[in-house]
């Protein structure tokens, strides 16, 4: 009699485990089923795939202080709050949305909507030192960096055979109110003093310089002003592979770290005029292309901006 209360306890036994272990699972498939991918990732359910949590990964960025802008709409554009939702947004996440299998947030960009003064599309964050307030910037005397891991996913190529072009780093200059006045201009755009390029599995860096070295601080406001330089472009290849990019600002000057190994220094007359100007940070898939049928995939692992 012993033996078999024994045996009907551990029966017992068994199936509580067996319970408390499916009903483990299923909260873990409830989990991985609210995971939000964008319409690009695996489409697979629950209900047909089995599902190990431990294998979904997110990006490491804080997005409560971007703007993001899309290649759809005037175009469309999304500020804190509502950014912090771009998962369950069915307008952002064809253009901006996670690629859990290896932790990125990828931006599509092709070949539609533009913002002023420009001419080419974008999928594109933009930082904003108070969330929702484009009015709050920086400048190089304050100081700013922006460090991040990224890679180029796909991009197409043009009609010769070469890949299209893509700007993944910016620093856009500003002009404040009172600049804007001062010169009578139309809006707040200045000039980009820093874009980087991912240039034919390349990273290419181009900045601005005056046109005219002995021109009056108000002069330099004009846009007209500035023209590009010649560009500098990194000795290393990194095709599609993943890698580090790492832009400093400070008075008078301004450094681009690739690696942590490769420097591209700028600390010239151009840099310490460029410190009139506001600045802000920009970060993604300014696509360069207008070709038909052409489009490009940017994924970003981390991303971070310290003042």
Same mark, same amino acid.
Not at 112 to 130: D, F, G, H, I, P
Not at 195 to 220: M, P
């Given at each position: 009699?012993?033996?078999?209360?024994?045996?009907?306890?551990?029966?017992?036994?068994?199936?509580?485990?067996?319970?408390?272990?499916?009903?483990?699972?299923?909260?873990?498939?409830?989990?991985? &089923?609210?995971?939000?991918?964008?319409?690009?990732?695996?489409?697979?359910?629950?209900?047909?795939?089995?599902?190990? @949590?431990?294998?979904?990964?997110?990006?490491?960025?804080?997005?409560?202080?971007?703007?993001?802008?899309?290649? #759809?709409?005037?175009?469309?554009? #999304?500020?804190? !709050?509502? @950014?912090?939702?771009?998962?369950?947004?069915?307008?952002?996440?064809?253009?901006?949305?996670?690629?859990?299998?290896?932790?990125?947030?990828?931006?599509?960009?092709? !070949?539609?909507?533009?913002?002023?003064?420009?001419?080419?599309?974008?999928?594109?964050?933009?930082?904003?030192?108070?969330?929702?307030?484009?009015?709050?910037?920086?400048?190089?005397?304050?100081?700013?960096?922006?460090?991040?891991?990224?890679?180029?996913?796909?991009?197409?190529?043009?009609?010769?055979?070469?890949?299209?072009?893509?700007?993944?780093?910016?620093?856009?200059?500003?002009?404040?109110?009172?600049?804007?006045?001062?010169?009578?201009?139309?809006?707040?755009?200045?000039?980009?003093?820093?874009?980087?390029?991912?240039?034919?599995?390349?990273?290419?860096?181009?900045?601005?310089?005056?046109?005219?070295?002995? &021109?009056?601080?108000?002069?330099?406001?004009?846009?007209?002003?500035?023209?590009?330089?010649?560009?500098?472009?990194?000795?290393?290849?990194?095709?599609?592979?993943?890698?580090?990019?790492?832009?400093?600002?400070?008075?008078?000057?301004? #450094?681009?770290?690739?690696?942590n190994t490769e420097y591209a220094v700028y600390d010239d007359v151009n840099i310490k005029r460029w410190g @009139?100007?506001?600045?802000?940070?920009?970060?993604?898939?300014?696509?360069?292309?207008?070709?038909?049928?052409?489009? &490009?995939? #940017?994924?970003?692992?981390?991303?971070?901006? @310290?003042?």
């Amino acid at each position: 009699m012993q033996f078999l209360s024994n045996f009907f306890r551990a029966c017992y036994l068994s199936l509580v485990l067996v319970s408390a272990g499916n009903c483990q699972d299923s909260n873990d498939l409830a989990v991985a &089923a609210n995971h939000q991918d964008g319409p690009y990732a695996n489409s697979d359910t629950p209900e047909t795939e089995s599902v190990d @949590i431990k294998k979904y990964k997110l990006p490491k960025i804080d997005l409560s202080h971007w703007k993001l802008t899309l290649p #759809v709409g005037k175009p469309t554009e #999304v500020e804190p !709050p509502e @950014i912090l939702e771009y998962a369950t947004n069915e307008v952002v996440r064809p253009y901006f949305y996670n690629d859990s299998t290896d932790g990125s947030l990828v931006f599509y960009a092709f !070949p539609n909507s533009t913002t002023a003064n420009t001419k080419y599309s974008r999928s594109e964050l933009r930082e904003q030192m108070v969330p929702g307030d484009n009015n709050v910037n920086w400048t190089f005397e304050q100081g700013g960096r922006m460090k991040g891991t990224l890679a180029v996913d796909e991009i197409t190529k043009d009609s010769d055979g070469k890949y299209h072009r893509t700007i993944i780093m910016q620093i856009h200059g500003r002009l404040t109110n009172e600049q804007k006045e001062l010169i009578g201009a139309k809006d707040n755009n200045a000039p980009p003093i820093l874009k980087i390029y991912w240039d034919k599995g390349y990273v290419r860096v181009k900045t601005k310089v005056l046109k005219n070295k002995s &021109a009056s601080d108000q002069e330099i406001l004009h846009e007209e002003a500035w023209g590009d330089d010649e560009g500098y472009t990194f000795p290393d290849y990194v095709g599609f592979k993943k890698f580090k990019l790492e832009v400093k600002v400070s008075k008078g000057k301004l #450094v681009v770290i690739m690696n942590n190994t490769e420097y591209a220094v700028y600390d010239d007359v151009n840099i310490k005029r460029w410190g @009139i100007f506001e600045n802000y940070f920009k970060a993604g898939n300014y696509f360069q292309s207008k070709d038909e049928g052409s489009y &490009a995939k #940017v994924k970003f692992y981390d991303l971070e901006v @310290i003042h």
